[in-house]
């Protein structure tokens, strides 16, 4: 497949997902990001405020995050800029699923179907993470690096693939982390002897900590470090069973998602089955055999055990991965089965660009859309408000900059939409 038609089905997936998951702005996880950014592009603002002025003052996780908006956010308008950063990142992973599933241009089919097959498995993963967002989070750009870190794994450039592993941990650290892990294994047991092992692990680990590093050796120095804020049990209490029990605790994973990973993993291993004659195939095993071993010692160790280093870890969260990279050998397997002439093939890559521009200037002008539900499903460009958001910008064009407010508890776009300082807040821990 030609760059050219990589980029188009590239472009066509990212407004797909956008067009059938929907883009959320000022809301939701955002709550806890771009506050963070506010602040930096507009000192004067949450003067008051319970938490923004703590977050700013101190290393975070949201901190290179937050840093290249506001290096953006001096150039483009914020809304612009986070939409066509969420834009290009899917994209990204978009162009890494079509190339490693089209490798060597030998499975045009699949370079086209893989992308499209993540677009049904986004959500069939457990412990409370999509494989993408329907956002701008950090968990967006770490994503778009750790697939081409999966990319350049299959290309054999191990420098390339850890590195990136390396920039996925500044914006999202474990994410970042998981995927180093899982591909340090799958190097090391590549490696020919125990020298070579011993070799790989150094250099491979070097590469990672390199990026990682300005993100990993902060955190660590905070937690660990002389001047460590000592932890409570309690603390632990209100992180793991209160307020993000949804990513902890894996009595809280609903069964749901337990069925579909288990499903969606068993797909993937058939299909790896039925294409087992090709080497690479070894590694799809690899990463499902690890995340479920991961798993396993994480629901015993914390669940069963509390161990609270294990609990940090979120290895749940590691289920992204096998999810990701499953589309892989499924979209070729699926090639497999149903041939497609080139013919048609030339005749998607002719009607696909203009379809995708169809849309695209819908989802930017969602306001005008006859259903209801579409009107506000896309927040960018020209939509429709709601009431909440309306009352909203209302107290931010009305009130003074140092002003207090209290709301409702499930009011999760105040301190984007309002820019105005709370009381207090459901989402009072910083993240570090």
């Not at 968990?139 to 191990?158: C, D, E, I, Q």
């Not at 039925?274 to 798993?295: K, N, P």
């Not at 002008?365 to 460009?381: C, D, H, L, Q, T």
Request: charged share 15%; with cysteine; glycine share 8%.
């Amino acid at each position: 497949m030609s760059h050219r038609n990589r980029f188009i089905v590239s472009f066509c997936f990212a407004v797909l997902f956008i067009f059938i998951y929907g883009y959320q702005f000022n809301n939701g996880d955002q709550e806890e990001h771009l506050p963070y950014v506010y602040k930096l592009l507009q000192p004067e603002l949450y003067s008051n405020d319970y938490l923004v002025p703590k977050q700013t003052a101190t290393f975070t996780i949201r901190y290179y995050y937050a840093h290249l908006l506001q290096l953006g956010g001096r150039m483009l308008p914020l809304p612009t800029l986070v939409f066509l950063l969420h834009l290009g990142c899917l994209m990204i992973v978009g162009w890494s699923v079509s190339s490693l599933a089209d490798s060597k241009g030998l499975h045009p089919l699949a370079g086209i179907t893989a992308p499209m097959l993540l677009l049904a498995v986004n959500g069939f993963t457990t412990g409370g993470n999509n494989i993408l967002d329907i956002q701008f989070t950090c968990s967006v750009p770490a994503m778009a690096a750790g697939s081409l870190a999966l990319l350049y794994t299959v290309r054999k450039k191990p420098v390339v693939s850890f590195s990136l592993c390396g920039i996925a941990s500044l914006f999202q650290v474990l994410m970042g982390l998981h995927l180093f892990i899982l591909l340090l294994a799958w190097h090391f047991f590549q490696a020919p002897h125990p020298g070579q092992r011993l070799k790989t692990l150094l250099h491979c680990s070097l590469c990672y900590l390199v990026f990682a590093g300005p993100m990993l050796f902060p955190l660590l120095l905070q937690q660990y470090g002389p001047g460590a804020m000592k932890e409570t049990p309690f603390y632990h209490e209100l992180l793991f069973r209160y307020r993000n029990a949804h990513h902890y605790l894996v009595e809280c994973f609903p069964l749901k998602d337990y069925l579909k990973t288990a499903a969606w993993w068993a797909l993937i291993l058939f299909a790896v089955r039925r294409l087992s004659h090709l080497g690479e195939y070894r590694l799809y095993s690899l990463f499902i055999v690890l995340t479920a071993l991961a798993c396993f010692t994480y629901a015993i160790g914390f669940g069963v055990f509390h161990l609270t280093a294990l609990g940090k870890l979120q290895c749940f969260k590691a289920t992204i991965w096998p999810g990701l990279l499953g589309t892989v050998p499924v979209s070729r397997w699926l090639g497999n089965l149903f041939s497609i002439s080139s013919r048609s093939i030339r005749r998607f890559f002719l009607i696909a660009p203009g379809l995708s521009i169809v849309l695209l200037l819908l989802i930017c002008n969602s306001a005008s859309i006859p259903w209801e539900k579409f009107r506000s499903r896309y927040k960018v460009g020209n939509y429709a408000a709601g009431d909440l958001e309306r009352m909203h910008l209302w107290i931010s064009e009305h009130t003074g900059l140092h002003e207090r407010f209290i709301t409702l508890p499930g009011d999760d776009s105040f301190l984007c939409e309002a820019r105005r300082s709370l009381v207090v807040g459901y989402k009072a821990i910083l993240h570090r």
